[in-house]
């Protein structure tokens, strides 16, 4: 079963756009949550979140963490065509029996028209 | 410092021909892993190395994959008798200690097979 998904598979907007990025999740000894962003070959790291309610900014991105309702979100602001990929949700939680898990989910594609 | 390099960059192959990808991870990082990303497709786990040991080879999608890591550094991954299917970015990311810290991933390495 999928234990890591985001919504929506793809998004198309226009610069100056804010838009959002889903991640939800179902696993149990939850640890972390990652967001990656993948342009062309290589994921570079976005935010790790570890605790509810506590908002991570960089720059126009956004992320926060709901660890009742089990899900993330991604928010980017004033969109320019430079924030097109791919953006990746991963969770990192313990598994009896075999450790440390790391789970990515499928991506949002993203893209931004000028 | 350097982060993760991959090689080569680029790999053109004929079905049934044997490859291999290297990874040097960062400096002083124990964990590695490897993954497989198909054209439009999310990131697919392939295997987690914890120093020179493999835990988890729970993602090598046949008995044609392996792979292997030395004094704890880099990693080798080996596709024997390569297929059509197995066309995809293989990245590799390394990370300080465990599963549960942030990845930092390669360039990858994009294997075409003809």
């Known amino acids: 079963e999928d234990k890591v998904v985001q919504s929506p598979l793809s998004l198309v907007v226009h610069e100056g756009d804010t838009v959002t990025l889903n991640c939800s999740y179902e696993v149990t000894n939850f640890r972390s949550l990652l967001w990656y962003k993948q342009e062309k070959k290589a994921p570079t790291f976005l935010f790790m979140l570890t605790s509810s309610g506590i908002e991570k900014k960089s720059g126009r991105l956004s992320s926060i963490l709901d660890k009742k309702e089990l899900f993330s979100i991604l928010n980017i602001t004033a969109t320019q065509t430079g924030d097109s990929a791919i953006y990746l949700c991963?969770?990192?939680?313990?598994?009896?029996?075999?450790?440390?898990?790391?789970?990515f989910g499928g991506g949002t594609r993203l893209m931004v028209k000028p | 410092g350097a982060g993760v390099s991959q090689s080569p960059s680029n790999k053109v192959t004929e079905k049934g021909k044997d490859v291999e990808l290297r990874c040097d991870p960062i400096s002083g990082h124990t964990a590695l892993y490897w993954y497989r990303q198909s054209l439009g497709q999310g990131l697919e786990f392939l295997i987690y190395f914890q120093g020179n040991s493999a835990p988890d080879k729970s993602g090598l999608p046949s008995d044609r994959f392996s792979a292997e890591r030395t004094g704890g550094s880099v990693s080798t991954l080996t596709i024997q008798r390569t297929q059509q299917e197995d066309s995809a970015v293989y990245l590799c990311?390394?990370?300080?200690?465990?599963?549960?810290?942030?990845?930092?991933f390669g360039p990858g390495t994009r294997l075409t097979v003809l």
């Open positions: 991963a969770v990192t939680y313990w598994l009896n029996n075999a450790g440390n898990m790391l789970t």
């Open positions: 990311a390394s990370s300080p200690r465990t599963r549960t810290d942030t990845q930092y």
